[in-house]
């Protein structure tokens, strides 16, 4: 197959992009973290000191014309991560706690979503073979992918998953705003609040009509990702 596009969806803590990266390496395809696009368009507003938790038409639309105005270039290679905004590589600084917190309130806003859906569905036609990981890649973005994906775990399994990377990366930050260890109550605010706003813009609790639900609760890293990449044989052969 020349063309490839595999649509994966799923809550935080689920495990989707480590294993929509293996699986992109498995069938030597691109990668595309749309999380990562969000990240980076928040990250540039609080560069730019707007407050993201004013409700304001104005700030709204200093958002809206800041998120546009940013020039993101973005790694599709499965085994290089690299995001860089206007020009400061962030690949780091897209993953703290203050981005991770304020995501959800960019990403909320209309305009945001179709200026980047724009930009990753260029990408993904530009790339023929692609692994696309998000929300609502599924559901908006690639409705047309050869396979999609929603990839589940049971909350508890994503809490101990997200609990163990962030404490990894909490004291690799160079931010120095995250505490070494989460208590098991940060934890749960941290991943089901995320996951609650996020649920208002984007639907990625069930599976759409036609998507594929691997759920990897019981279910290792490699196992999970041979059940995707199962999912994707099966998906291509039904279709041809
Ligand atoms: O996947 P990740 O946790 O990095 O995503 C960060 C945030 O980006 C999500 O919490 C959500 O607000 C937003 N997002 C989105 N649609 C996508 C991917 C991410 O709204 N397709």
């Known amino acids: ?131 696309a990981e998000g929300r609502d890649i599924t559901t908006v973005v690639a409705r047309d992918a050869e396979a999609r994906i929603l990839l589940t775990a049971s909350e508890e399994v994503r809490l101990a998953r997200r609990g163990l990377q962030l404490n990894t990366t909490a004291t690799e930050s160079a931010e120095g705003e995250l505490a070494s260890s989460y208590s098991e109550e940060d934890l749960k605010k941290i991943v089901t609040e995320r996951d609650k706003k996020d649920s208002a813009t984007t639907s990625f609790t069930e599976a759409a009509d036609g998507v594929d639900t691997v759920d990897s609760t019981e279910l290792d890293f490699g196992q999970t990702v041979e059940a995707v990449l199962n999912s994707v044989a099966h998906q291509v052969a039904a279709k041809n």
């Open 1 to 131: 197959l020349n063309t490839l596009v595999v649509a994966i969806d799923g809550p935080s803590g689920s495990g989707k992009s480590s294993v929509s990266m293996e699986t992109a390496r498995r069938l030597d395809a691109q990668f595309l973290d749309t999380g990562a696009m969000y990240r980076a368009a928040t990250w540039l507003c609080l560069e730019q000191g707007i407050d993201l938790t004013s409700t304001d038409a104005s700030t709204k639309q200093l958002i809206i014309d800041t998120v546009t105005a940013g020039q993101l270039e973005l790694s599709t290679d499965p085994d290089v991560e690299r995001v860089v905004m206007n020009g400061t590589d962030i690949t780091e600084a897209i993953r703290s706690e203050r981005v991770s917190q304020n995501v959800s309130a960019v990403a909320g806003i209309h305009e945001v979503r179709q200026f980047l859906i724009a930009q990753q569905r260029a990408i993904i036609t530009n790339a023929g073979r692609i692994v």
